[in-house]
């Protein structure tokens, strides 16, 4: 089965191009980030036609989460990320669908830092990292995708180059400590897992030419618990779709699992 990941940074304006990348790549489950909608206005029929079950969490003009399966409604388990009831900000959903439990996430950018926006993301991190605890060596697969606004390393597979980007929230020492700890966990980081070196970049800025010049960062990441990771059979970028007309900032990333082992009786 294949799990995939999109920033799709406005949904509705850009739903013609998730549509395309559906027919194109015909993902089981995809986790969509950033809808930039309330959940009236969510394109569900558009996405029903296309053959997707969904299940979301809107909000006007900012962030929005959601969970697509395909030939099947996503079963919702969890929307809103537990530990602070006064979080209205809609980040956060949780489903089972085919056979997966998957997280989807849109963790806070947090500029400019310092300040209320920086102290959020980390907060957020820090309730994040509290339940992901809770199914991190779950028996059964368990998928945690999404937009972490983290560059875990300066090295060349999460970054074209640092030097621009040094004061930015999604390279400060606390942001990535906060991933290692998630990671630590027990967490496989797919991609870096199958793709030791290599630039593996999901977000290139529109400005100063960063998608020409592949000036890229990695910040989206599907995150693999144990039984999930034994599964794990290939991953990558579908970079090509940060090359269409009006595009997201963001590329989709996706990993393909193993069918589960039938245990004999």
Not at 109 to 132: C, M, Q, S, T, V
Request: net charge positive; charged share 25%; proline share 6%.
């Amino acid at each position: 089965m294949k799990i995939a990941t999109f920033n799709i940074n406005g949904v509705n304006g850009r739903v013609r191009n998730l549509l395309a990348w559906l027919d194109a790549a015909r993902p089981d489950v995809v986790c969509l980030q950033e809808l930039k909608t309330s959940s009236a206005t969510f394109p569900l029929a558009a996405i029903e036609r296309a053959g997707y079950g969904a299940i979301w969490s809107g909000e006007k003009s900012y962030n929005g989460v959601a969970i697509l399966a395909r030939d099947q409604l996503p079963l919702e388990v969890r929307r809103g990320l537990p530990g602070d009831k006064k979080d209205t900000q809609s980040r956060y959903i949780e489903a089972a669908a085919h056979g997966v439990l998957v997280a989807c996430l849109y963790l806070p950018n947090g500029n400019p830092r310092p300040g209320p926006k920086f102290d959020y993301k980390l907060a957020w991190f820090e309730r994040l990292i509290a339940h992901a605890a809770s199914f991190a060596t779950r028996a059964e697969p368990v998928v945690m995708a999404g937009d972490y606004n983290v560059v875990p390393t300066d090295g060349v597979a999460d970054i074209y180059n640092p030097r621009s980007w040094l004061k930015d929230a999604l390279l400060q020492p606390e942001s990535r400590e906060a991933f290692r700890r998630l990671l630590a966990q027990g967490w496989i980081d797919a991609i870096a897992e199958q793709h030791p070196g290599e630039p593996m970049y999901t977000f290139w800025d529109y400005f100063r030419q960063h998608w020409q010049r592949n000036a890229g960062l990695r910040i989206d990441h599907l995150l693999l618990n144990p039984a999930a990771a034994k599964r794990l059979k290939a991953s990558g970028v579908d970079r090509d779709v940060r090359g269409a007309a009006k595009p997201s900032d963001h590329a989709p990333a996706w990993i393909t699992l193993k069918a589960a082992r039938r245990t004999s009786r």
